[in-house]
């Protein structure tokens, strides 16, 4: 699902390798809710609420490569994440 080269980039982290981003997936603590996808061409937007106890809005952009996810950005505000 992942290219080779696929990258994720986020102010807390980035992951350089599909495997890399897998594992961090795997410490995630949370539930994904009121999820929306904007179509851009071959690449969309995904807007969520990350329901981690507190709720938190997130915005991915998720760029495609063929039929494969090649790259993810995050934006949100970390202050919202407790320490």
Known sequence: MLTDNFTFKSKIGDRESP????????KVD????????IPE????VHLYILDIGAKIP????????????????????FKLFAP
Do not use: P, R, W
């Not at 061409?41 to 969309?44: A, E, P, S, Y």
């Not at 997130?58 to 039929?67: L, P, R």
């Open 58 to 77: 997130m915005c991915d952009e998720i760029k495609f490569h063929g039929d494969k996810i090649a790259s993810i950005i995050i934006y949100k505000d």
């Open 19 to 26: 495997d890399e981003f897998a594992q961090s997936l795997l």
């Open 30 to 37: 949370g539930i994904v809710t009121k999820s929306k996808t």
């Open 41 to 44: 061409g071959d690449n969309f």
